[in-house]
């Protein structure tokens, strides 16, 4: 005999989830009392200690949004930078709870060391920098020219497989170590230089006047950068994850740092669960339901966290490119919060 159970209305309808308990990582973060976030390497623009020895930068910002969806403080982290060889023993160990920006996301570093990455942030490559008296607009348009760049395998390989493609002439000036290349490019001891765009943006930012060089639009090779967490414990990468997401999506909404506080009243079901008045979203995943919107009240969403560190203020502009919203024609998207 077939039996078919039906549900009474009360069950059929959607029940609020209950709040998560702290995982592992959570509880320690707040037995603590603050986060401890760190990044692989000091960035101008992406990580860099003030006079006061205070931090800012694009990866400072999003440790200050994880702390505020943890405590809704944002002064409740310390930032720490990490050389390469200790990243990830310490992320393993717990001495820190999370890495802003680690090397370029690769299959062996995300599954090779207890470590896992969560999102990509940021996206970046390979590129040149030339003078804006070379005249040239494009990587395309570059022949007879000496590049500076660090004599390492792969970086050289990129750029003589684009100018095998191009078919234009040029000459490689080798150095041992990046920091060389601000040195040489300054002293005019080539009229090109080639490393990540990143690591262009902060070069140009050292210069006298960063407005009269240009980081060429051509990326020559693909890195994608994002944070990275202990494996392990779903719960941590979810809240890290989702803050992420929280800050691109909140952009794509519209909802702002200076607007959100005249929000509460909007019917959009998308703004009304970013604001946490629908739906039960933080504490699934153990934090507050408000949480999103104590982020965007606090350090902005992602677009206002870019230009704050990379906008016309900075002195040394950087064009969104692949870091614009999927919807302007870049790479940056997330996955929608219902």
């Given at each position: 005999?077939?039996?078919?159970?039906?549900?009474?209305?009360?069950?059929?309808?959607?029940?609020?989830?209950?709040?998560?308990?702290?995982?592992?990582?959570?509880?320690?973060?707040?037995?603590?009392?603050?986060?401890?976030?760190?990044?692989?390497?000091?960035?101008?623009?992406?990580?860099?200690?003030?006079a006061d020895g205070r931090w800012t930068g694009f990866d400072v910002d999003f440790c200050r949004a994880v702390a505020v969806a943890v405590f809704n403080d944002a002064s409740k982290m310390e930032f720490v930078p990490l050389s390469g060889d200790s990243r990830f023993a310490q992320l393993q160990t717990g001495s820190i709870d999370l890495i802003a920006r680690n090397a370029p996301w690769t299959m062996r570093r995300d599954t090779g060391y207890g470590a896992s990455y969560v999102a990509t942030s940021f996206?970046?490559?390979?590129?040149?920098?030339?003078?804006?008296?070379?005249?040239?607009?494009?990587?395309?348009?570059?022949?007879?020219?000496?590049?500076?760049?660090?004599?390492?395998?792969?970086?050289?390989?990129?750029?003589?497989?684009?100018?095998?493609?191009?078919?234009?002439?040029?000459?490689?000036?080798?150095?041992?170590?990046?920091?060389?290349?601000?040195?040489?490019?300054?002293?005019?001891?080539?009229?090109?230089?080639?490393?990540?765009?990143?690591?262009?943006?902060?070069?140009?930012?050292?210069?006298?006047?960063?407005?009269?060089?240009?980081?060429?639009?051509?990326?020559?090779?693909?890195?994608?950068?994002?944070?990275?967490?202990?494996?392990?414990?779903?719960?941590?990468?979810?809240?890290?994850?989702?803050?992420?997401?929280?800050?691109?999506?909140?952009?794509?909404?519209?909802?702002?740092?200076?607007?959100?506080?005249?929000?509460?009243?909007?019917?959009?079901?998308?703004?009304?669960?970013?604001?946490?008045?629908?739906?039960?979203?933080?504490?699934?995943?153990?934090?507050?339901?408000?949480?999103?919107?104590?982020?965007?009240?606090?350090?902005?969403?992602?677009?206002?966290?870019?230009?704050?560190?990379?906008?016309?203020?900075?002195?040394?502009?950087?064009?969104?490119?692949?870091?614009?919203?999927?919807?302007?024609?870049?790479?940056?998207?997330?996955?929608?919060?219902?």
């Amino acid at each position: 005999m077939l039996v078919i159970a039906t549900l009474s209305p009360s069950w059929a309808s959607a029940q609020p989830a209950a709040p998560a308990m702290a995982g592992p990582t959570l509880q320690a973060i707040r037995d603590r009392g603050h986060l401890i976030c760190a990044t692989a390497d000091p960035l101008p623009g992406f990580a860099q200690p003030g006079a006061d020895g205070r931090w800012t930068g694009f990866d400072v910002d999003f440790c200050r949004a994880v702390a505020v969806a943890v405590f809704n403080d944002a002064s409740k982290m310390e930032f720490v930078p990490l050389s390469g060889d200790s990243r990830f023993a310490q992320l393993q160990t717990g001495s820190i709870d999370l890495i802003a920006r680690n090397a370029p996301w690769t299959m062996r570093r995300d599954t090779g060391y207890g470590a896992s990455y969560v999102a990509t942030s940021f996206y970046d490559g390979q590129a040149i920098m030339v003078p804006q008296s070379l005249g040239v607009v494009s990587a395309y348009e570059l022949d007879d020219v000496r590049v500076c760049i660090v004599d390492a395998p792969e970086g050289l390989a990129n750029l003589r497989e684009f100018f095998f493609g191009t078919q234009a002439t040029y000459t490689e000036v080798l150095y041992e170590d990046r920091e060389d290349l601000t040195v040489a490019y300054r002293e005019g001891r080539c009229n090109a230089v080639s490393a990540s765009a990143s690591f262009l943006n902060a070069m140009r930012r050292s210069l006298p006047e960063p407005a009269t060089h240009r980081i060429l639009p051509e990326r020559i090779s693909k890195d994608a950068f994002g944070p990275v967490v202990r494996s392990g414990d779903d719960q941590w990468f979810d809240i890290v994850e989702w803050t992420l997401y929280a800050l691109i999506d909140a952009e794509e909404a519209g909802v702002t740092s200076l607007n959100i506080g005249s929000l509460a009243a909007a019917k959009t079901h998308r703004i009304r669960r970013l604001l946490g008045l629908e739906g039960t979203f933080g504490p699934s995943i153990g934090l507050d339901s408000m949480f999103i919107a104590n982020v965007i009240r606090a350090v902005g969403n992602y677009g206002e966290i870019f230009e704050r560190n990379f906008g016309p203020a900075t002195g040394a502009a950087v064009v969104r490119g692949q870091n614009a919203l999927w919807i302007n024609g870049g790479l940056i998207w997330a996955p929608p919060i219902e």
